[in-house]
């Protein structure tokens, strides 16, 4: 389903506008351009000298160095963002880019998932609750259709790793992926980029910031168009279709107006919108061996063959507002924020083609118990969020912030089950059965935060934080006249209410032991809201598992201590962060995925413990090579003795299992019946103990410009994809890297790139209730670039 022909006309119009701009900028601004857009400016080298340059943050909610805030902080911005992000690549550019971040989907550009210090959520339905709270320019983004919306225009993007209770509140146990966009200003500056690429992938984007009326209004338009065409063939007993699968386009763009009437008085109103269409993520049946780890000769990455459907749409929008009032002593800051949208996605869940209970050759590539084939879409959300805060202004002694954050949510989810093999013809197109599920969420939260100089060198600091969470649920299940014989239970609706108080705080203290080596030591408690889960496609025959397939969550807690050191040396051209962190958390909310089933289940565990430590560096030996480096260890524990899940599905009637499961097994698996096992001790899921990345820039001054080479380089290692531990559903370690060489001066860029240049192909993630189903990463893509800023 394509974008209109009108909107697409106006974002290609936009992007060739920018350029154009560019192009006439007359030519004294040539010989001495103004500053660039942050975003656009090369991250690591202060150009003035051979040194470092500074990096601001606002993981404190203030302008701050990164050196100087008492946090395990990482940022990506500048040069860094700008290769990752080639090739069209989605927000899950971002996994192992800083230490202990991951982030994985299997909706694809959809419903990102975000994982910090190996905590993180598999849950795949449309209400999942994150212990990775995902902020955009001050606003919480809560529902996963709204945490992938684009990264373009941005000033920087922070991961802050740890709680962060206090100053963000609720669902930030395990951290924070922060976007701050460039913001419009009192100059003419701007930028233009397109790329082309392999699958004639086409990547545009732009932004022009100016002034309306000089020192009072100002405005500033960015726009990201994105296209590629499919390169999957299906390939089923009837014959080839060819590209047909993971092709999308997708726009979005974004608008800003800061009206500043006086020096101490300004708003700054923002309206966003993303629209996406494409092709759901790609599921593949029986890649897996039982006994074996890792890829068989099923998969081919080009190649599949499926029966059932499959799409992906999205559209969301939002509009904000940010009122800061500066009284002298204090700054008075309100944030009101409304965001709505919709999004659906249908998928072949079992990743192949008929069943085996047809003839033979009607169904592959392998053994397909019965054809799995799901639809799970937002027909409504809406988010409203405002926060009140105050903040002191000045460097005293004693400096403070304090304030009331307000959260709404209305949800609505359809989830629907298609049976191919049933008529294709009726009413609903195959779809035989219907769960609508509602949702009402609030939440608001009190809080404040004081620092203390008691000298100098010496500081402290601590904050408290009070949080209310409520939720009321509604799920209704229908049928349709092809409902399965063998799912012929009582239909029926459930409601669930969950709430949960909390007070979340955290103390630190910082010392500066030189002017370039600053010490910290930090005790903090974090608090995820209780949650609910009832996607009930496939319950059991009785109105009693009705009720039970309605899973609830109680609160978790984090208990997290960690200190660190940041330094920097060889007089500012290096520079060296580390820390170590131990953390318990109680209570902890999990979910048991897939299964017998295609279903989430929501526990909670005793406890889950995790220690490790992360690492920053960069450096600057010569002018023209920078180098940076991160690392970070993580392991992580469930510790429940008697918390038990159900493993992988049953392979047919004679109930044996598709996978070696390696856990305890406390229910022995039965025709239709997954094992049931102990998983006390194992990993959480998606959570691999080392993460590292590296990058090198070497450029050789040329003409008025510069000729340089660029690489960069993620590496994780094993995880697992569930709960259990087994042989097959896990992935060993996985190794990406890009490369880009170009030219550039102070206003034009032409270049070339790869992403994945060694085409490493490792599953990332599987599906475990009928068959040996996985999903891979992306593949090796190459392009050129050209762009211009003024």
């Known amino acids: 389903m394509p974008i209109s022909t009108r909107r697409l006309a106006r974002s290609l119009a936009g992007s060739a506008s920018l350029i154009a701009l560019a192009l006439i900028a007359t030519p004294a601004a040539a010989a001495d351009p103004a500053p660039a857009a942050p975003a656009q400016a090369a991250p690591q080298v202060d150009e003035n000298d051979d040194g470092l340059a500074t990096i601001t943050v606002t993981a404190q909610r203030r302008e701050e160095k990164l050196q100087d805030v008492p946090l395990s902080v990482s940022v990506v911005r500048g040069e860094l963002l700008d290769n990752i992000a080639a090739g069209g690549q989605d927000i899950r550019f971002l996994s192992g880019r800083v230490p202990s971040l991951l982030i994985e989907s299997s909706f694809g550009r959809t419903f990102p998932r975000f994982y910090i210090r190996g905590l993180g959520n598999t849950d795949f339905d449309?209400?999942?609750?994150?212990?990775?709270?995902?902020?955009?320019?001050?606003?919480?983004?809560?529902?996963?259709?709204?945490?992938?919306?684009?990264v373009f225009d941005l000033e920087r993007v922070e991961v802050l790793r740890g709680p962060q209770g206090t100053l963000f509140g609720r669902n930030t146990p395990a951290g924070i992926v922060k976007f701050d966009s460039v913001k419009p200003s009192n100059t003419l500056n701007g930028y233009g980029r397109v790329s082309y690429g392999s699958f004639?992938?086409?990547?545009?984007?732009?932004a022009i910031g100016a002034p309306i009326v000089d020192d009072t209004v100002s405005v500033r338009i960015s726009a990201l168009y994105q296209r590629q065409d499919g390169y999957v063939d299906n390939v089923v007993p009837a014959g080839t279709t060819r590209n047909r699968f993971e092709g999308f386009e997708e726009f979005a763009g974004r608008a800003q107006i800061l009206i500043k009437p006086t020096d101490q008085f300004d708003v700054l109103l923002t309206g966003q919108l993303r629209t996406l269409r494409g092709t759901a993520r790609l599921f593949r049946a029986n890649v897996f061996t039982k006994g074996q780890t890792g890829l068989n000769a099923n998969f081919v990455r080009d190649r599949v063959s499926i029966d059932g459907q499959n799409e992906q749409k999205v559209d969301t929008q939002n509009l904000s507002a940010r009122v800061t009032y500066d009284t002298g002593p204090v700054?008075?800051?309100?944030?009101t924020s409304y965001w709505s949208g919709d999004a659906t996605s249908v998928g072949d869940v079992d990743g192949g083609f008929g069943a085996n209970f047809l003839p033979a050759g009607l169904f592959g590539p392998g053994n397909i118990p019965f054809t799995a084939e799901t639809r799970d879409s937002v027909p409504r959300l809406r988010q409203f969020t405002q926060e009140f805060r105050l903040a002191s202004n000045g460097d005293n002694a004693l400096s403070y912030q304090a304030g009331f954050f307000y959260f709404s949510e209305q949800l609505r989810i359809l989830s629907e089950n298609y049976s191919t093999l049933g008529d294709p013809n009726n009413a609903r197109g195959g779809v035989n059965i219907i769960v609508d599920q509602d949702q009402d969420s609030k939440a608001y939260g009190v809080f404040g935060s004081l620092t203390y100089k008691l000298t100098d060198q010496l500081s402290v600091t601590g904050g408290v934080r009070y949080n209310n969470d409520d939720r009321d649920y509604f799920v209704a299940r229908t049928r349709d006249t092809q409902f399965p014989n063998f799912l012929q239970d009582p239909l029926g609706t459930v409601r669930r209410s969950v709430n949960g108080e909390n007070v979340t705080w955290d103390a630190t203290v910082n010392y500066k032991a030189t002017d370039d080596i600053n010490l910290y030591a930090r005790a903090a408690k974090g608090y995820r809201a209780p949650s609910i889960q009832g996607r009930i496609l496939f319950p059991a025959n009785t109105a009693q598992t009705l009720q039970d397939g309605v899973t609830t969550a109680a609160s978790e807690?984090?208990?997290?201590w960690e200190a660190g050191i940041k330094s920097t040396f060889l007089d500012g051209r290096g520079r060296l962060n580390l820390n170590g962190f131990y953390y318990d958390l109680d209570n902890a909310q999990l979910t048991a995925v897939g299964g017998g089933v295609n279903s989430n289940r929501?526990?909670?565990?005793?406890?889950?413990?995790?220690?490790?430590?992360?690492?920053?560096?960069?450096?600057?030996?010569?002018?023209?090579?920078?180098?940076?480096?991160?690392?970070?260890?993580?392991?992580?524990?469930?510790?429940?003795?008697?918390?038990?899940?159900a493993?992988?599905?049953?392979?047919?009637?004679?109930?044996?299992?598709l996978c070696t499961v390696r856990d305890p097994i406390v229910v022995p698996t039965a025709p239709?019946?997954?094992?049931?096992?102990?998983?006390?001790?194992?990993?959480l899921p998606q959570s691999p103990r080392w993460i590292a990345n590296w990058t090198a820039r070497y450029s050789v001054p040329l003409g008025s410009g510069e000729l340089y080479a660029y690489t960069d380089w993620a590496y994780r290692s094993k995880i697992n994809f569930f709960l259990y531990d087994s042989v097959e559903f896990q992935s060993t370690h996985l190794l990406e890297g890009g490369l880009r060489i170009g030219y550039k001066t102070g206003r034009y860029e032409l270049s070339a790139f790869a992403r994945n240049i060694t085409n490493t192909t490792q599953a990332v993630g599987g599906i475990d209730f009928n068959?040996?189903?996985?999903?891979?990463?992306?593949?090796r893509v190459f392009g050129g670039e050209f762009g211009v800023k003024f």
């Open 557 to 560: 807690t984090i208990q997290s």
């Open 771 to 779: 068959n040996l189903t996985g999903f891979v990463n992306e593949p």
């Open 672 to 683: 239709f019946t997954s094992a049931i096992v102990n998983i006390n001790g194992n990993s």
């Open 647 to 657: 493993a992988c599905g049953v392979q047919g009637f004679d109930g044996v299992a």
């Open 331 to 335: 700054s008075l800051i309100s944030v």
């Open 200 to 206: 004639n992938n086409v990547n545009a984007q732009g």
């Open 602 to 645: 929501l526990l909670n565990a005793d406890n889950v413990r995790g220690y490790g430590f992360e690492a920053d560096a960069e450096l600057r030996p010569i002018p023209n090579l920078t180098l940076t480096a991160g690392l970070s260890y993580n392991h992580t524990e469930i510790r429940d003795r008697n918390l038990t899940t």
């Open 126 to 150: 449309f209400n999942a609750s994150q212990p990775v709270s995902l902020v955009y320019d001050d606003v919480v983004l809560e529902n996963p259709i709204l945490k992938g919306f684009p």
